[in-house]
DNA sequence: CACGCAATTGTTAGCGTTCACATTCAACTC
DNA sequence: GAGTTGAATGTGAACGCTAACAATTGCGTG
């Protein structure tokens, strides 16, 4: 019954017979093999689009043991680190002729993350990357299912996986500098959640150059990466004294740390200088604009592609590290200590 | 050679020999078939534990032409929007089973969706979901591949496929009549580029209420969602005469005519009121916090998972559409007119 | 105790591709 | 003109799973 709509979809053998060839020969012409008469190529592809026939890459990978679909493994993609990173990613995927499957994690435990690469594997995803900031995730890379190539991105450098990140370290070092050669004595720091390799990166690098300058290291203020914990790290600063320079982890918490400021009245940059991380479209406009440090993210997504792609090709996953120098952005919230 | 690497993953026939049962009963314990003696299903559980067995999914949806994977065409997800949808569908998908392969284009004209579909469809996803704000990414949604259910997030109203959208007329509504409500004569508008849908509502909203009323309507700015372009316009706005309400597209828009009155010295909310459209997790914390109309992604992820499962379970495509309502999310960039 | 019935298990045949291996045919070579 | 080559095509068998049906078992029933 219903015959007419319940038609079901021509496969390569309705074109074979449609176009007078085998199967094969189909098989052939849609996979570009050289040695097929032009005439006979020019057929098959008449009697493809005649019947309107697509081939099903299911049968394909189930023969080959190729999908060409390669998974993604994140936290949370609303961040626009994590969703700008996904869309370098999925655009150089996609260029390279391959799909594009995601799994966005609330919580990177350990748990979760191998669930995922698991969950992952057994749709049979040629390889993964994982965006795995947090030291908890990393630990998931131990033990990966047997033989399934991996990329770890912002990774936590100690699993044998190849990875590629951002210089985190020379970010902070950056920032921190460029507050020192303004004239500040030393500057203070809004830092990201432990746990997170940026935070730590960006801690050391912060920490170093004041060490390097024999200046003092004021404790850190933990945050969260929200725009809230900056403006409460904001508050606890506008009631300190001597503080002229502020280094914050992301451009949210800087955001929520220059609110509160403002609300006590503390003019930046005339009293005091921010400096914030990541440069997020929003940066450029806020009051005042945010001198920050850029990362590329795009070139991370397309890295870690192309880091994948090899061992997928190569067959090996001979340990590599890719890092990504970021770049120091100067606005108006910095300005030379009077 | 190399046969300790190389050795094949195992299949299900491999733990049917190692717990003495046919293959079959094995696929029955993975599929949870009732009919299984629970010490069977032990022993099979066992082998496939000591074998570390997992199944192949390419193998199964190639005989059940079901590979449980949904296909998401999205533009640009580095946006809020488009990123929080994502994440909501993901979610979703993820909860009722689904693996999500998505495609995030650079541009949505009709051709690359199309595209874009036709190729998640030769990959053989059981549905897909378009996030298609823009008119001509509908356009390419009249000519779906025969059968492959589809819903689109903030389509166009005219393709007949189903569709879950947010209220951009009752969104802009809240907005201007707060505006006006609060003793504005009458309210400016700084509009998204044209083309998309979204644009096209919240003009229609501002208007309506401004018509309603009985006031002026200006002629809107248009924008093209970026901070800069609210930049521009605000430079233009703070040049003219009268203006005491100005309602933004998007909070981006919005951050950008801040950073211009601010610059020239105008005041927000005493001098000028404000009204932003998204609530983007940094509005909370601009200077002044940002009066804007809330819109819930995520709700909007999950009903358009529901339709899709609902149709793929089904069998049909009943036209149908989702509205989901936004709201009035009142900070400090507005102000009762003196 | 033969019978029917339901629960449990096994057997066989695809799903739509690609791979490995024929086979055919024309064009060279000596 | 027999033999050799290589291009062009065809044939059959996987790939690893599920669906459909067949076979076996155990149990209650008249």
Not at 175 to 204: F, Y
Not at 232 to 251: I, P, W
Request: net charge negative.
């Amino acid at each position: 019954m219903a015959s007419s709509t319940e038609r079901r979809l021509p496969v390569m053998a309705d074109v074979a017979r449609e176009a007078g060839v085998s199967h094969q020969t189909v098989s052939r012409v849609l996979n570009d093999h050289p040695n097929v008469r032009p005439d006979t190529r020019a057929r098959v592809e008449a009697a493809i689009s005649r019947l309107g026939y697509r081939r099903n890459l299911v049968a394909r990978a189930l023969v080959t043991k190729r999908s060409r679909t390669l998974g993604v493994v994140s936290f949370d993609t609303t961040l626009y680190g994590p969703a700008s990173m996904m869309y370098g990613i999925e655009q150089a995927a996609r260029t390279a002729g391959y799909f594009v499957s995601i799994v966005s994690l609330k919580s990177l435990d350990a748990a979760n993350v191998r669930d995922a690469i698991d969950y992952l594997a057994e749709q049979g995803v040629d390889g993964v990357v994982v965006i795995a900031p947090q030291r908890s995730a990393g630990r998931a890379l131990e033990s990966l299912p047997q033989g399934l190539p991996a990329v770890a991105v912002e990774g936590s450098h100690t699993t044998g996986v190849p990875e590629v990140c951002i210089d985190q370290v020379e970010g902070a070092r950056l920032a921190t500098r460029h507050l020192l050669d303004l004239g500040h004595e030393t500057v203070w720091h809004v830092s990201g959640p432990a746990d997170w390799m940026e935070s730590e990166g960006r801690i050391e690098g912060w920490r170093s150059v004041l060490e390097e300058a024999g200046r003092p290291v004021p404790e850190p203020l933990a945050g969260d990466w929200s725009p809230r914990a900056g403006y409460e790290a904001g508050k606890s600063l506008a009631a300190m004294r001597g503080v002229t320079a502020v280094f914050a982890a992301n451009d949210q918490m800087a955001l929520g740390v220059l609110r509160a400021l403002t609300e006590k009245g503390v003019r930046v940059p005339e009293q005091i200088s921010i400096v914030g991380f990541d440069d997020i479209p929003e940066s450029e406009f806020f009051s005042p604009p945010l001198t920050t440090v850029r990362q590329d993210f795009d070139v991370v997504g397309r890295h870690s592609i192309e880091l994948l792609l090899r061992q997928i090709d190569a067959g090996l996953s001979a340990y590599e590290r890719l890092v990504v120098p970021p770049s120091l952005v100067v606005r108006s919230s910095t300005a030379r200590v009077r």
